[in-house]
């Protein structure tokens, strides 16, 4: 009852890759694109800022030497191109989206706010964790800079650190198994900071404390308010002190919450979607209507067989 709670299979969207290279040449969305083309050699570089926003580079090689000619010679057409692939990231709106071709490799650079937090001398660097499908690198070849004075203090298995814990790659070679990461969370701590674990997590603490909290709260009312009833009801059959029958009532509740809170935690985007979708939802109301019913019973037993 308390596992983290997860949006449905069914409704689930498919991994993604990271690069927003991908489907490039065959997109519907942007007509007058030039020569059809498939595209080699991709990268991703984002560079983390401490101050909450990220850098991305993105570069491709286009194996149709028309098609980079087209993008190269047209600006406008290149815009449009660039926009239909690349204005929005993540959920995100980009920002400062700019093109260029070198040879035949198109360039594209963005900045992507909201993705960085810091809190407590330690910095998170969250862009896939509002989703609960997994991203992975597919053809890229991902790098992440740390901010400027900073080093990795944790991530996905699936990446690996590099230069010293500068730079963390991630393609399809350094992860075990499935390279994919949901919900990806990265964090950084000062170069040679003392404790440097505990400023990381103040800054997980920082942005998912809330939502963590919210979901133990859900928990706490859809099932802890309900069992929280019926066990009320048993301490009332050994001592019929209201304070007391309240008392555990309660205990009971905020139990069921703690617990599902520091199951949960943190509590990202994805746990906090599965928390509240409609399908959890309508097994959920049931069962606690159900409970707070026998709850209920139980009560209204003792207070006859009381009389």
Known sequence: ??????????????????????GFGGDARAPGTGPPTETTDVTVNVAVAANGSSVWTERATLTDPDAADALRANESRRRAVIAAQFDHRFGRDTHALASHVENDTLVVTYRLDGVV????????????????????????????????????????????????????????????????????LVTFASAGATLPGVRAELAVLAAYGLPTVGVGGVYALLFGAPFGLVASGGVRLVRDDRRTVRASALAVALSVGVVAA??????????????????FLTLAVPFALLVS???????????RHER
């Open 117 to 184: 937090h810091e809190a407590g001398g330690g910095v998170l660097f969250a862009p896939f964790a509002d989703y609960t499908n997994d991203y992975y690198p597919g053809d890229a070849d991902v790098t992440v800079d740390a901010p400027a004075g900073y080093r990795v203090v944790d991530r996905p298995d699936a990446m690996a650190v590099a230069d010293g814990g500068a730079t963390l790659r991630w393609n399809d070679s350094t992860g075990a198994g499935d390279a994919g990461v949901s919900p990806g």
């Open 262 to 279: 520091l199951t949960t935690y943190p509590a990202t985007g994805s746990v906090v979607a599965g928390t509240l979708h409609p399908f």
């Open 293 to 303: 019913l026998v709850g209920i019973g139980v009560h209204v037993a003792i207070a």
């Open 1 to 22: 009852m308390l596992a983290v709670v997860v949006t449905p299979a069914a409704a689930r969207p498919p991994p993604q890759p990271v690069s927003g290279f991908d």
